[in-house]
């Protein structure tokens, strides 16, 4: 069964802290992806990875930097976490559809943040 | 995706009802399309799935209709049950450069009345 796990449901840091959110997927997939979650904005991409060590920023990657060392392995970093940082932290994974197959990304559960 | 503000559009269906839900897409050159389905306290997870070379494509109970003239994807769900309430989000997907993203739209969530 595919499976992707973040390291936390829920966490609270306070202004200026530094802030690590794990995923880890077990499906040997190429490409992770980190999205935050806010009402009425939907799913917004901030980095994503298609290889182990590469990382492409998505929309909205300004405050937040990534670390892929490992395939199975993507890391949100908030380095001094701000009060509008306070969202839902979602991972995801994907194969690339190298032969025309699926498009499909795998979520984890999501981490909610909080900054105060 | 658009911003539609700090509400998310609802739709409210009769149990055993069809569930119309509907998304605008922005990109012309977006080649494939998905439906997602969020419930509370759960990421979001794959529903159905459509390429830009089809107009239409049918799973169990849900079926995704694509309009690439106006740019509109609808999802239907047939026999609307309980378990259906959610929040569902379609994706169009760009690729560049041997990568790709989805662009997700903003939500739609679905209430079914008993």
């Known amino acids: 069964d595919v499976k992707v796990t973040q390291s936390s449901r829920y966490l609270v840091k306070r202004t200026g802290e530094k802030v690590f959110l794990e995923c880890v997927q077990d499906?040997?997939?190429?490409?992770m992806f980190w999205y935050r979650q806010d009402p009425g904005l939907g799913l917004r991409l901030i980095y994503f990875?298609?290889?182990?060590?590469?990382?492409e920023k998505g929309d909205i990657p300004e405050g937040y930097s990534v670390s892929r060392e490992k395939k199975e392995r993507f890391s949100l970093i908030l380095e001094s976490a701000s009060t509008n940082q306070t969202s839902m932290y979602l991972c995801?994974?994907?194969?690339?559809?190298?032969?025309?197959?699926?498009?499909?990304?795998?979520f984890g559960p999501g981490t909610r943040l909080t900054v105060t | 995706g658009e911003s539609v503000g700090l509400h998310l559009p609802t739709l409210s269906v009769q149990e055993g009802d069809n569930s119309i839900i509907n998304c605008a897409y922005s990109?012309?050159?977006?080649?494939?399309f998905i439906w997602y389905k969020q419930e509370s306290g759960k990421g979001p997870q794959f529903i159905i799935d459509?390429?830009?070379?089809?107009d239409k494509r049918q799973g169990q109970r849900v079926t995704v209709l694509l309009n690439k003239t106006v740019k509109h994807l609808s999802l239907q769900i047939a026999a609307t049950q309980p378990g259906d309430s959610a929040v569902y989000f379609c994706?169009?997907?760009?690729?560049?450069?041997?990568?790709?993203?989805?662009?997700f739209g903003t939500g739609t969530r679905l209430k079914v009345l008993a």
């Open positions: 499906m040997d997939h190429e490409n």
């Open positions: 995801a994974s994907s194969l690339y559809p190298w032969d025309g197959s699926s498009y499909e990304q795998y």
């Open positions: 994706a169009e997907t760009i690729t560049t450069s041997g990568t790709y993203k989805y662009i």
């Open positions: 990875s298609y290889d182990v060590k590469m990382k």
């Open positions: 990109n012309s050159a977006s080649d494939y």
């Open positions: 459509i390429r830009s070379n089809m």
